[in-house]
């Protein structure tokens, strides 16, 4: 049993287990390396590292909650998702939209991936993917819309921003992380790329109904 096990570890571990407990259960997602913007160079994440020293543990405390632990040491990704939906967080659409495209910018580029499974990219790339595929209304986004899909992104520990300034709507660079994978499986791409051919036509239908009755008001 997992409680047995448990009281096994040290106090200090008690403490780490608890902590990083809490850690995915509001993060959801955990990589093995992430970005110091202060030395400019990836390093490896020692909380990915205690996490593996109770790893099975953990994995059974939280089974019994009705929570899945897994561990992917190949990409280096640990991933906590509840068996309910009620506890599944809601993306805006926005946000949506620029994660699909984050994980095709990450597809496309992925044979050119460093050891750390990472893929480098920036915001305006992302956006300017987005316009190109038609994803956005009036070919355009608020400076707030990208802001906020950039901090949601990166408290899931799905993306991490190089600089160590504030995120900014327009300028940074942007690294995509591994656990895109476990987001958006190579499974799901093609269903994705349906998905975005859907709200494709949704933004087009949309406009077509504003430009009628902007037309309408006009006549009147």
Not at 80 to 89: G, P, T, V
Not at 124 to 151: C, D, F, H, P, Y
Request: charged fraction near 30%.
């Amino acid at each position: 049993m997992w409680n047995e096990e448990y009281e096994k570890l040290t106090s200090y571990e008690k403490g780490e287990f608890r902590r990083i407990a809490n850690y995915l259960l509001s993060r959801t997602y955990m990589v093995r390396f992430t970005y110091d913007s202060v030395k400019e160079m990836t390093l490896p994440n020692s909380d990915y590292s205690m996490l593996a020293r109770f790893f099975s543990v953990l994995q059974e405390y939280f089974e019994v909650t009705g929570w899945k632990l897994e561990k992917d040491d190949d990409y280096g990704i640990v991933s906590l998702i509840s068996e309910f939906d009620n506890n599944r967080f809601k993306l805006n659409r926005f946000t949506t939209l620029f994660l699909y495209v984050c994980r095709l910018i990450y597809e496309e580029n992925r044979e050119n991936e460093n050891s750390y499974h990472i893929v480098k990219t920036d915001t305006a790339a992302v956006v300017e993917k987005m316009r190109i595929l038609g994803l956005l209304k009036g070919g355009k986004s608020t400076q707030n819309e990208r802001k906020e899909a950039q901090r949601t992104l990166e408290h899931f520990n799905i993306i991490q921003k190089m600089e160590s300034v504030q995120w900014s709507g327009d300028s940074n660079n942007i690294l995509i992380l591994p656990s895109i994978l476990y987001v958006i499986s190579n499974q799901s791409i093609n269903a994705m790329i349906e998905q975005i051919d859907e709200m494709k036509l949704t933004v087009m239908d949309t406009e077509e109904k504003e430009d009628e009755n902007t037309k309408e008001t006009f006549t009147d």
